[in-house]
C-alpha cells in the first residue's frame, strides 16, 4: 500500500520515514520530494508497505503525530491520475489548433 505523508519537517529525510513506519510492519520504500531546481524539501513524502493491515495500522497511529518537530498527516495515497497532471513550470502545454 502507498502512504501519503505530508507536512514534514524540511530536515525528514526518507531514511526518516522508513525507521519510523518500519515499527509497524515492512517498509519496501521511503522517500521525501524535493524540488529539482532549489533541492529543497517539498515537505511530503511517500512510503510503500506490503502488508495492507500494518499500512493502516501505521496510518491510524501516525496521522497528526510529531516528526522532527512537525505535526505530520498520514494517509492512504491516492492513485495519479494519467493525463491530470500538471506540465513543469515555464513550459506551456503546445496549443491545440481548432
Do not use: C, H
Not at 62 to 68: K, R, V, Y
Amino acid at each position: 500500500m502507498n502512504i501519503f505523508v505530508a507536512k514534514l519537517s524540511s530536515k525528514t529525510k526518507g531514511e526518516d520515514l522508513e525507521q519510523l513506519f518500519k515499527k509497524f510492519g515492512e517498509v519496501t520504500s521511503a522517500k521525501v520530494i524535493f524540488d529539482r531546481q532549489t533541492g529543497f524539501s517539498k515537505r511530503y513524502g511517500f512510503v510503500e508497505m506490503p502488508d495492507e493491515q500494518a499500512a493502516f495500522e501505521a496510518i491510524d497511529k501516525l496521522n497528526d503525530s510529531e516528526l522532527d518537530g512537525s505535526q505530520i498527516i498520514v494517509k492512504p495515497s491516492l492513485p495519479r491520475e494519467e493525463g491530470n497532471r500538471k506540465p513543469p513550470r515555464g513550459k506551456r502545454p503546445p496549443m491545440r489548433e481548432e
